[in-house]
């Protein structure tokens, strides 16, 4: 047994040259093996299972982390390097693969219809609808969306919104995890919501007219890659190409909820192929949306503002997000100003 604080040995006493290349082989495998699953389960389709797809969405953390640690004891013991230069080495892919989602990319033009949308995931109507209103007020809101919301939650927060017009999407008897609750600014003019027919966990919901024009907003609630659900999870995201896919729908869309996925995720990179997230154009897509109770630099952002042009070219396009705490709800609210 080696003793604690000794140097790992890559080589016994007496041991053949030949014996002691092989271990470094093996160790050098395994290290690669064990990194590549951990730090970029996507690349060899794992990220759709468990536990692979909740380390896919932690991705940042964990690169940062493991990468860091490496780092450290390959300094400290410079002996153990088959094992943690393969750590590196991935961990610096992983890392090249996020650092470009807290770029920005440069902003819109000038012009268009300013447009503000509120997204939280109201954690089963337990979101502080006080809170939920005073920041829609002091951001100037016209819309909000609020997953896990349901009549409880509108009939709570409408009297908190005078001239505002409110929907669920969810029957009054249900419980509200199973809705979705949006509310339309005077400002945002003649909105009108409906319930889609999807054949989802959670049901949908579709927005438009008034200040959206010809733009079609869809108000989500994904299912959760959780277990008895995560076999459900990739076929969820690939239903949004219905409003992300180049070549289909004409006319701009917008797709805004809880995705329970984050760009690390293949099928969610799969299902908004053709669609712009919000937060990554404005880079701000590492700052975590889940969980609230953890600190702000660790999490995952899975509420997403989706945008896509029409066929001519015009459409949503994001200026700023920004994530803001909401009391009462295990998310943080996303706040996205955008131009029509």
Known sequence: MTTTGRPLRTRSPGEAPGRAAARRAVVLAVATLLAVVVLVPDTVGLDRVLPFAVLAALRPDLAAGLGGVALVLLAWRRRWWPALVPVLVVAAVAGAVVVPRAVAAPAPPPGGTALTVLELNAFEGHADPRAIAALARSQGADLIVLPESG???????????????TW?????????????????????????????????????????????GPTRLVAVHLVSPVPGWVSYWPGELEMLRQWCA?????TPAMVVGDLNATGDHS???????????????TGGSLVPTWRSSFPRWFGAQIDHVLTRPGADGSGPR?????????PGSDHRALLTRLRL
């Open 151 to 165: 009549e409880r939650m509108r009939a709570r927060l409408a009297p908190l919104l005078p001239g505002w017009r």
């Open 168 to 212: 669920t999407n969810a029957p009054p008897s249900a419980p509200d995890v199973r809705g979705i609750v949006v509310a339309a600014a005077p400002r945002a003019g003649d909105v009108t919501a409906r319930r889609l027919d999807t054949d989802t966990r959670y049901p949908w919901a579709e927005v438009t007219g008034g200040i959206l």
């Open 246 to 250: 180049p070549g289909g729908d004409p």
């Open 267 to 281: 099928a969610f990179r799969a299902g908004t192929a053709g669609c712009t997230d919000a937060a990554t154009a």
């Open 318 to 326: 994001a200026r700023s997000t920004e994530v803001v705490a909401v």
